[in-house]
């Protein structure tokens, strides 16, 4: 098998005019597969566009991005150990394989680290340089004045790479150092600037974008990079806690405070202080509820049920939704004095058809992770990758996990897709409210037990398939809600 080696740039895929360095090589030498490096992800938007080129023209070429990170791409220090470990992950895969390596794309020390380790006996290649004038020409160092390089054993320099990157890391002020969110397009790079900006202050923050792109990560990095690391982040979802128990639940109780405290309980304030605590789905509070949560906010105190003694706690609020707060308070529905309680800073997240090139990153990603979690090595096949480019994502980041999910657990070295993988949910299929002609008996209905089925369906239709809004149309609970519809369908 012929296997090409090369970083990717942003000179790589094409000029104006010309081609770049990795697509003249793979059209002048037929390879069975090609590893592309890539130091920072900024970088996947031109793997994509290789994967892309390489689709079209050379079908049976499998392309692989790989990650090889490194802080500083011109520190021989941290290059060459990141380099190497790609290199050795890559060789457990193709042992057999023979291999070209690209000098041409990276930087120079990418360039000489190449050599380093091809001399060095790390791996056996052909090393290869491309240039306009003389098109591609073999690099060749058999000199008997060249030195020996000696070849390390791979836990060292494992850890070699692991302490210089830490030192770096502890020297580098403004860097995230947890950051989960994955993705190298212009919005996600302003997303992370957001929360540089927004991390080391007190402010809260309010986290806007569809179901599914990741608004509890932006939380997690926020509240890990601050200087409240050390303290709890406690995560709330307020659109899963019955009114009955919002007290209880946020603030706490004691001991005999109602039928079933059976011992005192530490509320979500409390198991957050000096820590933040993440409101998601905000938009689904009720209003009764948005009062007390206010009154907390402003002051910072609260008393738990069945107390007299009021408590004090230091919090840093961040809270998400996927509804526009602003429209919720023209209409009546979200207090205006909780809005600007809420919403000082606004992180706005793009749905993953907007940010497509980022999508196979966090494709490889998560199919890193599914292979740790099966003790697996699977692969993305070329035609997957083009079907995951082309797909416009209605369910976003979660969608995207799901899919991988189920394609990962086919037998196969590669992951392959089909458009009969992507399973758009079209909106529920009934009738309008008005044409169920439901009507009321004379001696009326109890909604909290006796609704009938066209009155779940109803309720659906009127909050496009929210299920917990339907229940509070019906004055239900929200777990009764769904189980009764589940029974009534089956």
Not at 50 to 75: E, M, S
Not at 217 to 223: G, M, R, T
Not at 286 to 309: A, E, H, I, N, Y
Not at 363 to 384: D, P, R, T
């Amino acid at each position: 098998m012929k296997i090409f080696l090369s970083f990717i740039g942003n000179n790589d895929c094409f000029l104006p005019g010309k081609k770049g360095a990795v697509i003249s090589v793979l059209e002048q030498i037929q390879f069975d597969k090609a590893y592309l490096f890539y130091n920072h992800e900024k970088y996947l938007k031109h793997g994509a566009e290789i994967q892309r080129y390489c689709g079209k023209h050379f079908p049976k070429l499998k392309i692989i991005l790989h990650q090889a990170p490194a802080l500083n791409p011109t520190d021989y220090n941290l290059l060459y150990p990141a380099m190497y470990a790609a290199v050795k992950e890559n060789l457990k895969k193709d042992k057999n394989g023979e291999y070209t390596i690209s000098l041409s794309s990276g930087t120079p020390a990418m360039h000489s680290c190449w050599i380093f380790l091809v001399k060095g006996g790390v791996i056996n290649a052909k090393m290869i340089q491309v240039s306009i004038e003389s098109g591609i020409s073999e690099v060749n160092f058999n000199l008997d004045d060249f030195p020996e390089i000696r070849q390390v054993k791979n836990i060292k320099a494992e850890m070699t790479r692991l302490s210089r990157e830490n030192q770096i890391l502890k020297n580098e002020l403004g860097k995230l150092d947890f950051d989960p969110i994955i993705g190298g397009s212009r919005e996600i790079i302003n997303i992370k600037e957001q929360i540089k900006i927004l991390m080391n202050t007190d402010i809260p923050v309010f986290i806007y974008g569809p179901t599914g792109t990741g608004k509890e990560l932006v939380a997690e990095s926020i509240h890990y990079n601050s200087f409240k690391k050390e303290k709890p982040i406690i995560k709330v979802n307020c659109g899963a806690i019955p009114p009955e128990l919002f007290e209880s639940e946020f603030f706490g109780h004691k001991k005999g405070a109602f039928t079933g405290a059976v011992s005192d309980k530490e509320g979500k304030f409390k198991l957050s202080d000096g820590g933040t605590i993440f409101l998601d789905e905000i938009a689904d509070l009720p209003r009764v509820m948005q009062v007390k949560l206010l009154r907390v906010l402003d002051s910072g105190t609260f008393t738990p049920v069945g107390s007299t003694k009021e408590e004090r706690v230091n919090i840093r609020v961040i809270s998400a939704a996927n509804n526009d707060l602003r429209e919720l308070v023209k209409n009546g529905k979200f207090r205006q004095d909780l809005f600007y309680r809420l919403v000082n800073a606004v992180i706005t997240l793009p749905p993953l058809s907007k940010r497509q090139n980022d999508s196979i990153l966090i494709a490889q990603q998560i199919i890193s992770k599914l292979n740790q979690k099966y003790g697996k090595n699977k692969i993305l096949s070329k035609s997957a990758a083009d079907l995951i480019l082309k797909y416009h994502w209605p369910g976003n980041i979660r969608q995207l996990k799901n899919v991988l999910e189920t394609a990962h657990i086919y037998p196969g070295e590669e992951i392959i897709l089909e458009n009969k993988d992507f399973f758009d949910i079209e909106p529920f299929d009934i009738e309008p409210v008005e044409q169920f002609n439901i009507t009321i008996p004379e001696n009326g209905i109890d909604l909290n037990n006796e609704v009938l089925p066209r009155y779940y369906e109803a309720a659906l239709k009127t909050t496009g398939g929210n299920a917990a809004k339907a229940a509070k149309l019906l004055g239900m609970k929200p777990h009764a809600f769904r189980a009764r519809l589940k029974k009534n369908r089956t």
